[in-house]
């Protein structure tokens, strides 16, 4: 799986959670995303998410990271 043109099912919670900051920091991605979202959904995806995802790589991690970003943003639009 690639997320921002990187595969990331070798690296570790951490280094995801890097890329997305990176990203979010930068704001050269397609779609929008704000550093306190991606916060947010990292907050969110290690307290109550994280001890059902498999261990072994980082693709389902950065699956469901990338996911509870995009559920914060439409969230967000629709208080907007």
Request: aromatic letters at 6%; hydrophobic letters at 35%.
């Given at each position: 799986m690639h997320i921002?043109?990187?595969d990331v099912s070798d690296l570790s919670v951490d280094e995801i959670n890097s890329l997305f900051?990176?990203?979010a920091s930068?704001?050269?991605g397609t779609a929008p995303c704000?550093?306190?979202v991606v916060e947010q959904?990292?907050?969110?995806?290690?307290?109550?998410?994280l001890r059902h995802i498999d261990s072994a790589g980082g693709?389902?991690?950065?699956?469901?990271l990338e996911?509870?970003?995009e559920q914060l943003n439409d969230q967000q639009k629709e208080v907007r």
């Open positions: 921002f043109g990187r900051r990176e990203h930068s704001r050269n704000r550093s306190s959904a990292i907050n969110r995806v290690q307290l109550d998410i693709t389902g991690y950065a699956a469901v996911s509870q970003i």
